[in-house]
């Protein structure tokens, strides 16, 4: 995660005149505590309790349709912020949206939508137990699309144990390390049935998901339609399987946007109007697709406040909210 005199500028180079809060949209995944997290997308519980209670007496939390509607209208009150979380982690079911509701505090979730109902983790957390958490070595060759990867490492070492300070987008210390960080770039950028295949080769010959948790899974339909019933979550699209859009054609960005859309709309029961690019990878076809789809709007992952007069409805800023207590979130999101 950048750090936060980065975040800092960004958020001054998006309202550049005059002091004071500028309008933010936040990034969350998981509400939970990890051994290890490479793309830090955890929050804890303690941690997401502290940002709840800083949004709520420092800033004025929105629903992300209403914050759109302002910055378009050019209402949108300077302090304002919208939570979002992605993915949907039955984390945000058990442990973010009581703590919501307790707060008074809205959410949108965008929503993968087929990964709902199935009790395997996210591929990208099941190759971290895989090759991060294994403690056995590996030698194997694994076929992805048309090319193979060599998967190559010993035992773990010191550094391979202290798990908790890499993150996955550093440079890798370790071979273990180097062969998660390349197998994860091939297994993002194949095509879906591709990835299915290079990961079911993976768990024959690693030995399964290993140290994947209940916490892990996604929800079900049926949890779906209750957060979606109970209003403090609203539903967003994310695509149907989560592929980096810029490495499909125009008709398949189309396809895996469209049917995500009818799926989320079709467990919810209410219309979805707001979309989150997976991996924050869009290009100028995806984002064309997202509005041909119906999305009334679209968030990215570019970390910044959200500028009043140069935001571009389809590409939304969002900030990734640290894992850290008020005062750090404080400090990002210049309110201190």
Same mark, same amino acid.
């Given at each position: 995660?950048?750090?936060?005199?980065f975040?800092?500028?960004?958020?001054?180079r998006?309202?550049?005149?005059?002091?004071?809060?500028?309008?933010v949209i936040l990034?969350?995944?998981?509400?939970a505590e990890?051994?290890?997290d490479?793309?830090?997308?955890?929050?804890?519980?303690?941690?997401?309790e502290?940002?709840?209670?800083?949004?709520r007496?420092?800033?004025t939390?929105m629903?992300?349709a209403?914050?759109?509607?302002?910055?378009?209208?050019g209402t949108?009150?300077?302090?304002?912020?919208a939570l979002?979380?992605?993915?949907?982690?039955?984390d945000?079911?058990?442990?973010?949206?009581p703590?919501?509701a307790?707060?008074?505090?809205?959410?949108?979730?965008?929503?993968?939508?087929?990964?709902?109902?199935?009790p395997?983790p996210?591929?990208?957390?099941?190759?971290a137990?895989?090759?991060?958490?294994?403690?056995a070595?590996?030698?194997?060759s694994?076929?992805i699309?048309?090319?193979?990867?060599?998967?190559?490492?010993g035992?773990?070492?010191?550094?391979?144990?202290?798990?908790? @300070?890499?993150?996955?987008?550093e440079? &890798?210390?370790? $071979?273990?390390e %180097?062969a998660? *960080? !390349?197998?994860?770039?091939l297994?993002?950028d194949?095509s879906r049935?591709?990835?299915?295949?290079?990961?079911?080769?993976?768990?024959?010959a690693?030995?399964?998901?290993?140290?994947?948790?209940e916490?892990?899974?996604?929800?079900?339909?049926?949890e779906?339609?209750?957060?979606?019933?109970r209003?403090?979550?609203?539903?967003g699209g994310?695509?149907?399987s989560?592929?980096?859009?810029?490495?499909?054609?125009?008709?398949?960005?189309?396809?895996?946007?469209?049917?995500?859309?009818?799926?989320?709309?079709e467990?919810?029961?209410? @219309?979805?109007?707001?979309?989150?690019? &997976?991996?924050? $990878?869009?290009? %100028?076809?995806? *984002? !064309?697709?997202?509005?041909?789809c119906?999305?009334?709007?679209?968030?990215?992952t570019?970390?910044?406040?959200?500028?009043?007069?140069d935001?571009?409805?389809?590409a939304?800023?969002?900030?990734?909210?640290?894992?850290?207590?008020?005062?750090?979130l404080?400090?990002?999101?210049?309110?201190?």
């Open positions: 995660m950048r750090g936060v005199g975040l800092k500028r960004q958020l001054r998006a309202w550049p005149f005059g002091s004071g809060p500028r309008p990034m969350y995944h998981r509400v990890l051994d290890s490479p793309w830090q997308l955890a929050v804890s519980p303690r941690h997401f502290a940002h709840l209670e800083h949004l007496r420092s800033r939390p629903d992300l209403a914050f759109v509607a302002a910055l378009t209208a949108l009150p300077r302090d304002a912020v979002t979380f992605d993915d949907g982690y039955v945000n079911l058990h442990q973010a949206e703590r919501l307790a707060a008074g505090i809205p959410a949108t979730l965008f929503l993968t939508t087929a990964a709902i109902g199935r395997e996210f591929w990208w957390d099941e190759l137990h895989l090759i991060l958490d294994r403690s070595p590996a030698d194997l694994v076929g699309a048309d090319g193979r990867y060599r998967l190559q490492f035992e773990p070492d010191r550094l391979d144990l202290d798990r908790r @300070r890499w993150r996955a987008w440079r &890798p210390r370790t $071979a273990r %180097a998660y *960080q !390349a197998l994860w770039r297994i993002r194949a049935p591709e990835r299915e295949r290079a990961m079911a080769t993976l768990r024959r690693l030995g399964g998901a290993g140290a994947a948790s916490e892990e899974r996604a929800m079900t339909p049926d779906v339609r209750g957060m979606a019933r209003g403090v979550v609203t539903l994310h695509t149907l989560h592929p980096a859009l810029p490495t499909l054609t125009p008709a398949e960005q189309r396809w895996e946007i469209a049917e995500g859309k009818r799926a989320a709309e467990m919810s029961g209410q @219309r979805v109007e707001g979309f989150a690019y &997976p991996y924050g $990878a869009m290009d %100028a076809s995806a *984002q !064309a697709a997202v509005a041909a119906g999305f009334a709007w679209a968030c990215s570019v970390a910044t406040a959200v500028g009043a007069a935001f571009q409805r389809y939304l800023p969002r900030i990734a909210a640290p894992n850290a207590g008020k005062a750090v404080a400090r990002a999101l210049g309110d201190g």
